[in-house]
């Protein structure tokens, strides 16, 4: 019997050691200490053993129950250790990793120009005006004296939306609704988008920003206009920078001149940039037109003005060396990301 209870152990301690679930130790602990289970099944065949051999049996017994029992609760414990260390295996938490830094955003090219070139303009004195991006053929042409036939109203030029509707081809617009809003003295500048049906290349796009600049006051000269924008310009591209006029026509303003600025890349001494000219052609200018002024119910007899508007664009790309026009609005951040 003494043999039995040693092989019953040796078994069972072979069995428990194999167990690699919960569930296989339930089954095992069923088998030998449960109400069927093999330690049972002894002590109840002690009654038909022999007087003398009995007591021995029942404490071989009693040793080998307490035995498994100790057996089961440590492989038990070990199992539920094990459970937690494949737990954790599975979600591990590389605290050397390097972190992922934050794309941290930042302003358009294109934005950080005109907020500099509105900023030079405010320190001259002039406030910021908007309007409307979807206007109507009074603002967009005829109040700014435009001529029925003038080849800028055409089709080729300016998106129409309806018959007397359309997307503004210039700022200019904005002159009239300021004009219209209020008595001189004027001093605006207006900043905004504008679309014109040009065939999209490298220094043409169909949506575009310009930035218009208004004056009107008693006395003012064209040497006032000449010495605004010889101020942006230099707090623009630096002081050694100056304006070129020369004659221009546009509907709303006379006498009109086309204003350049000596080359930024060259000073002046020609270069690819400046195709040699050492000038970089930048934008429209001259007089308000005394129509112009007689439209918005100005008195031309005693207000004068100036005008200028030009793209943000073209300033935008000779600051920065940009030679394609593209390039802003491609959404690409290699490129925006170098601003
Ligand atoms: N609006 C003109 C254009 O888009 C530029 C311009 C020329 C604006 C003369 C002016 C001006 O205010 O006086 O080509």
Request: glycine share 10%.
């Amino acid at each position: 019997m003494e043999e039995k209870l040693r092989e019953l152990q040796t078994e069972a301690e072979a069995a428990l050691q194999a167990a690699a679930t919960e569930q296989q130790l339930d089954e095992i602990r069923a088998r030998y200490l449960g109400r069927k289970g093999a330690v049972r099944q002894i002590r109840q065949s002690i009654s038909g053993l022999p007087e003398e051999e009995r007591p021995l049996v029942g404490q071989a017994c009693n040793k080998l129950q307490k035995t498994l029992e100790k057996l089961v609760a440590a492989r038990q414990d070990a199992l539920a250790e094990g459970q937690d260390d494949a737990a954790a295996a599975g979600e591990t938490l590389d605290v050397t990793l390097p972190g992922r830094t934050p794309r941290i955003g930042r302003k358009h090219p294109l934005t950080q120009t005109l907020e500099d070139a509105v900023s030079i303009f405010l320190g001259l004195g002039f406030s910021v005006a908007e309007g409307p991006e979807v206007e109507n053929y009074h603002y967009g042409f005829e109040a700014l004296n435009y001529p029925a036939d003038h080849p800028a109203m055409d089709e080729q030029m300016t998106f129409y939306i309806g018959e007397n509707t359309l997307l503004r081809s210039q700022t200019s617009t904005v002159q009239i609704r300021v004009m219209e809003g209020q008595e001189p003295p004027v001093r605006v500048v207006v900043p905004g988008r504008c679309f014109r049906r040009d065939t999209v290349d490298a220094t043409h796009c169909h949506t575009f920003y310009q930035i218009e600049g208004l004056l009107v006051d008693e006395g003012v000269t064209m040497a006032d206009l000449r010495g605004t924008l010889e101020a942006f310009a230099q707090g623009m591209y630096g002081e050694q920078t100056h304006v070129r006029f020369r004659p221009d026509f546009f509907p709303f303003t006379e006498p009109s001149a086309e204003f350049a600025l000596s080359c930024t890349m060259c000073g002046g001494e020609g270069c690819r940039v400046c195709s040699d000219t050492g000038y970089l052609e930048i934008g429209g200018c001259g007089m308000v037109d005394p129509n112009v002024l007689r439209n918005v119910g100005y008195d031309p007899e005693k207000y004068t003005g100036f005008a200028f508007g030009f793209g943000i664009e073209r300033i935008a790309m000779l600051r920065h060396g940009i030679d394609d026009i593209r390039l802003f609005y491609s959404g690409d951040m290699r490129f925006l990301a170098q601003f």
